[in-house]
C-alpha cells in the first residue's frame, strides 16, 4: 500500500463505525482491545472453543501500539495504564500471563470509563487518519481515541475486524497485511 493511499484507505475501512457505539475497553497482556457496536453472535472456529457460539460486538479494534483516551481534551484512560506503578521491566511485564501486576489500576480506570460510555451510548461520529497510520475515532461528548504508530512500519501497531464473521482483519502496519 503507498503512502499516499494510507490515510484514505485506513479512514474508508473504518467508516463502517460511524454511528457505531463503543462499548469497552478490555486488555489482554500489552493489547488493548476496544469494542464497538451492538452485539451480535458469532461461532469460535478455530481452537478448544471451536464451534461454540458466543455473544460479542460486532467490532473490535486491538491495538499494540501507543494510545489513548481523551474526554473533552484530557487523557481519561491510556497506554501506561496497562502498567503497575513501578514496574518498569517490560519483559516481566510481557510475561504477566495472568495480568496480576497492572489489572488492578486498569481495571479500575477501565470499569469507571466503560460506566461513562455505556451509561451515555456513546457513538462514533468521524474517523481520521493520518499518511503513516495513526488513527483518531471522534465520539459523541468530546470523547477521542488516539492511536499513535510507534515503530517503522514492519510490526504490526493495530487491527480492526468484525467480530461476527471470518472476513479479513484490516492490519496496520504489518508489510504483509493483505491491504
Avoid at 488513527?135 to 510490526?155: A, H, N, P, Q, W
Avoid at 475486524?161 to 479479513?168: A, H, I, Q
Wanted: aromatic fraction near 8%.
Amino acid at each position: 500500500m503507498s503512502i499516499d493511499s494510507i490515510k484514505a484507505t485506513i479512514e474508508n475501512k473504518l467508516s463502517i463505525l460511524n454511528g457505531e457505539r463503543i462499548r469497552r475497553f478490555k486488555r489482554a497482556a500489552l493489547l488493548i482491545c476496544v469494542d464497538f457496536g451492538d452485539d451480535v453472535e458469532s461461532i469460535v472456529e478455530t481452537g478448544a472453543e471451536r464451534g461454540i457460539t458466543r455473544i460479542t460486538p460486532r467490532f473490535a479494534i486491538h491495538a499494540h501500539t501507543s494510545w489513548r483516551l481523551l474526554k473533552d481534551g484530557e487523557i481519561v484512560l491510556c497506554y501506561s495504564d496497562l502498567f503497575s506503578r513501578g514496574v518498569a521491566d517490560f519483559k516481566v511485564i510481557a510475561e504477566d500471563q495472568e495480568n496480576k501486576l497492572s489489572d488492578a489500576e486498569f481495571i479500575t480506570i477501565s470499569n469507571e470509563v466503560n460506566k461513562a460510555l455505556n451509561s451515555e451510548s456513546i457513538r462514533v461520529s468521524k474517523i481520521e487518519a493520518n499518511e503513516i497510520g495513526d488513527l483518531k475515532v471522534f465520539m459523541d461528548s468530546d470523547y477521542c481515541l488516539e492511536l499513535f504508530i510507534d515503530s517503522r512500519g514492519d510490526t504490526e501497531s493495530w487491527r480492526f475486524f468484525r467480530m461476527d464473521d471470518n472476513s479479513p482483519h484490516f492490519v496496520v502496519f504489518d508489510e504483509s497485511s493483505n491491504e
